[in-house]
């Protein structure tokens, strides 16, 4: 089949509160489509319960995800008739698990539909990650089961606690999802690794497998306002910087922990999740400061004045997004060990360090050429990866 001939839909759930993966769909997978010039089209869902006019649905949804009928589910009715519509030839999954029908793949297999999906933070073997294994934290979860997660602190939602670790267990959604998956596309090799050893798990499961890094992302941005600078600039510490979901698995209590570490630096913390309460109580009128959602050009001016850029994730990531967006400004990075993020760090050479090996120092940022894709090399490699 040639490009010409191919219709690819792509398949997105948003976050209920922006995420990585919505960023990926706007600033990546959109513009390299758009320059590939194959026809394509996208089905949007949002989060659920995130909009009050779909409540009923959405309730509909949670109850037949919980009785396992997949096929009831109102996802993949909308799925079903956003693929007739389209006439599709290849359905591209991102950022889906365990919020859509576990059935999508399987209808599209025997429709003879190819189909991809971008392993992002993997949700296939435990409700928040496929690779969640933050070792004490969370080596419960990895090596007996996801029912651990009741016990720790990854959702505060009752709903979630109790039914995710059910129904997302990783043999049922592998063998209901995965084994059902055309190819999956991974970003970086330590994904990669972690989805061929799945293979090892089920013996009929056999994955096809593309790498394919995220590209260079070059924005042109304003400078922030006033008093958004003024706001960091209160004091002439050097400061550090936490950008993302306030959570659990993503370490944010391990971010608030360093500053009472290091009080004579400043920490800031931009983003919102289910720990931001607690912490702004715990670190009141500390180095630590909480500066909320921010802009595209409020987190430029942080990439380019932090002393670096700290990721303290329980997990070790598959890639974190934040590493490729700071890559014009070669932002310093603390990472924990082991992960993409590591992987991404090194394959950059960038400056910065890991979290063990973290003091408050100071870094030299390493204006060496970067070796990532440019949007180019990305939409090739993309279009290739739907030729199955």
């Not at 409540?55 to 996802?75: A, K």
């Not at 999954?93 to 003879?112: E, W």
């Not at 700290?310 to 490729?324: A, D, G």
Request: aromatic residues 14%.
């Amino acid at each position: 089949m040639t490009d010409a001939q191919k219709k690819i839909l792509v398949v997105h759930r948003f976050y209920t509160l922006r995420g990585g993966e919505d960023v990926f769909i706007e600033q990546t997978l959109l513009p390299a489509l758009k320059l590939s010039k194959v026809d394509h089209e996208f089905l949007f869902f949002d989060a659920i319960f995130k909009n009050k006019k779909n409540f009923f649905l959405d309730i509909i949804e949670v109850f037949f995800m919980i009785l396992g009928f997949e096929r009831l589910r109102p996802s993949f009715f909308k799925f079903k008739k956003a693929l007739t519509r389209s006439k599709a030839t290849h359905v591209m999954l991102n950022n889906v698990i365990p919020t859509l029908s576990l059935d999508i793949p399987l209808h599209c297999k025997k429709l003879n539909i190819s189909t991809s999906l971008w392993v992002h933070n993997g949700r296939l073997s435990c409700a928040n990650g496929l690779f969640f294994d933050g070792k004490k934290e969370c080596y419960d979860c990895f090596n007996k089961s996801s029912f651990f997660i009741f016990k720790k602190n990854c959702f505060n939602n009752f709903f979630q606690k109790f039914f995710y670790p059910f129904i997302y267990r990783s043999k049922r959604v592998l063998k209901k999802f995965g084994m059902n998956i055309g190819r999956f596309l991974v970003c970086s090799e330590y994904s990669k690794k972690n989805i061929a050893a799945l293979s090892l798990t089920i013996k009929e499961f056999s994955p096809k497998i593309s790498l394919i890094r995220p590209p260079l992302i070059q924005r042109q941005n304003d400078p922030p306002n006033e008093e958004f600078v003024s706001k960091i600039k209160k004091s002439d510490k050097s400061f550090y910087v936490y950008i993302g979901r306030i959570s659990y698995e993503k370490g944010a209590d391990v971010f608030a922990r360093l500053s009472k570490q290091y009080p004579h630096a400043n920490f800031l913390m931009a983003g919102s999740g289910p720990l931001l309460p607690q912490l702004k109580i715990q670190y009141k009128n500390t180095n630590l400061q909480f500066l909320g959602f921010i802009n595209d050009n409020e987190k430029e001016y942080l990439f380019k004045e932090s002393e670096a850029l700290i990721i303290p994730s329980r997990v070790p990531e598959n890639v974190s997004l934040l590493i490729i967006e700071s890559e014009p400004h070669k932002t310093p990075v603390v990472y924990p060990q082991g992960g993409g993020a590591e992987e991404f760090v090194r394959f950059t050479n960038r400056s910065g360090c890991s979290l063990t090996d973290f003091t408050a120092q100071r870094f030299e940022r390493n204006f060496q050429i970067t070796k990532l894709y440019t949007l180019n090399e990305f939409t090739h490699n993309l279009i290739a990866s739907t030729n199955d």
